[in-house]
């Protein structure tokens, strides 16, 4: 079975200033997906970013970036110039592609952009 | 136009009631999900399906059971409502035979069983 693990709940920053959200997870999968949602408090989850496994070179969306280290099965997302409408719940969500599987998530970190 | 939509979005019933939430997707999707996200905001699958399987999480109870009337419907029946029920459900999709595998929620169903 695969995990999902985000070590902060909750993280603080200044308006403008970069915050990197951890994740790690665990699988003996050598093909899957990471993917990024944003649930901001209006509950819809949004899509922020994707990365591919087979892919080396890391997924970037605007001011949305990620670090993916395949070996050490680290997936981390990185937010450059903040804005108070990045204030979220941020979940990791990791994905095998195989017939109709759904997504496993973490257990999310709220993020709080102080103005 | 809402991709994914759900009715409704709010949900209040009594314990022993049987409950349905429709889920409805425009984007031409091939599977169709329903996650639970309990009140720690933890979101758990329920089910998968596709025109060709039905994945069920072990952990579900029988009293959950989807139904789909076509592709672009997946729909969620819940009998005999108990208090641990209460929680947000989102319905979401994809597009796996296209290899995209992102998936799109809907707005999400708050339920709360009294």
Known sequence: AQTVTQSQPEMSVQEAETVTLSCTYDTSENNYYLFWYKQPPSRQMILVIRQEAYKQQNATENRFSVNFQKAAKSFSLKISDSQLGDTAMYFCAFMIPRGADGLTFGKGTHLIIQP | ?114
């Open chain 2, 1 to 114: 136009d809402t991709a994914v939509s759900q009715t409704p979005k709010y949900l209040v019933t009594q314990m022993g009631n049987d409950k349905s939430i429709k889920c409805e997707q425009n984007l031409g999707h091939d599977t169709m999900y329903w996650y639970k996200q309990d009140s720690k905001k933890f979101l758990k699958i329920m089910f998968s399906y596709n025109n060709k399987e039905l994945i069920i999480n072990e952990t579900v109870p029988n009293r959950f059971s989807p139904k789909s009337p076509d592709k672009a419907h997946l729909n969620l029946h819940i009998n005999s409502l108990e208090l641990g029920d209460s929680a947000v459900y989102f319905c979401a999709s994809s597009h796996i035979a296209g290899s995209a595998y992102e998936q799109y929620f809907g707005p999400g169903t708050r339920l709360t069983v009294t």
